[in-house]
């Protein structure tokens, strides 16, 4: 990537690892191979800890072998409004260049707890459409309840997965309002997250 990255004429590039510490429940049907040996009995996907100091290493070999780019280290961090005390614990957040926030699962309801599911998965027991609002709603809890992130990523995540053979083509009008908010509070969060 280093080597692409000078051939291109990029000045510096980013390698943010994932960091999912809560695990999910997996539909069988929605399971790709390289995940089976993490999924137990019981269906519930751990993910792997990530390998902070073979991840620093990783970095900081590049940086010395392409001192001519800018290398930046992060984390893709799946959850943070879940996972802060848990990723305290494996990592100093502070030392990393980014932190940008994910969301890629959800609760299936109050009294679930931890049950949380992918919206590829809610789509086969919920409507398409409350997945969306549901997805929406969780990003604004997500934003509300961390201080640990800067950017949020992908906040198109469930519609990647919008059952268009079912439901047709999405239409973005219909969640234009909260699309909307969730940018409003992005730029309300005092500056945490961009």
């Known amino acids: 990537m280093c080597r692409r990255a000078l051939k291109i004429g990029l000045p510096a590039l980013a390698f943010t690892e994932h960091l999912d510490l809560t695990g999910w429940v997996i539909d069988p049907e929605d399971l790709l191979d390289h995940l089976r040996p993490l999924v137990g009995d019981n269906g519930l996907l751990i993910p792997e800890p990530l390998d902070v100091a073979g991840y620093l290493e990783s970095v900081e070999r590049c940086r010395r072998q392409f001192p001519e780019l800018r290398i930046l280290s992060g984390v893709e961090f799946g959850q943070p409004h879940i996972d802060a005390d848990k990723a305290r614990q494996l990592l100093d957040l502070s030392a990393l260049d980014r932190v940008n926030g994910s969301l890629h699962t959800l609760p299936i309801s109050e009294e679930s707890g931890a049950l949380r599911y992918e919206p590829i998965?809610?789509?086969?027991?919920?409507?398409?459409?409350?997945?969306?609002?549901?997805?929406?709603?969780?990003?604004?809890?997500?934003?509300?309840?961390?201080?640990?992130?800067?950017?949020?990523?992908?906040?198109?995540?469930?519609?990647?997965?919008?059952?268009?053979?079912?439901?047709?083509?999405?239409?973005?009008?219909?969640?234009?309002?909260?699309?909307?908010?969730?940018?409003?509070?992005?730029?309300?969060?005092?500056?945490?997250?961009?």
Request: include cysteine.
């Open 121 to 194: 998965t809610l789509y086969r027991q919920w409507p398409a459409e409350r997945v969306i609002w549901e997805y929406l709603a969780e990003a604004r809890r997500m934003i509300a309840g961390s201080d640990m992130c800067e950017v949020l990523l992908h906040i198109d995540y469930a519609v990647r997965y919008w059952p268009a053979q079912q439901e047709g083509p999405f239409n973005p009008r219909i969640f234009e309002d909260v699309f909307r908010q969730v940018i409003r509070d992005l730029a309300g969060s005092g500056g945490r997250w961009s």
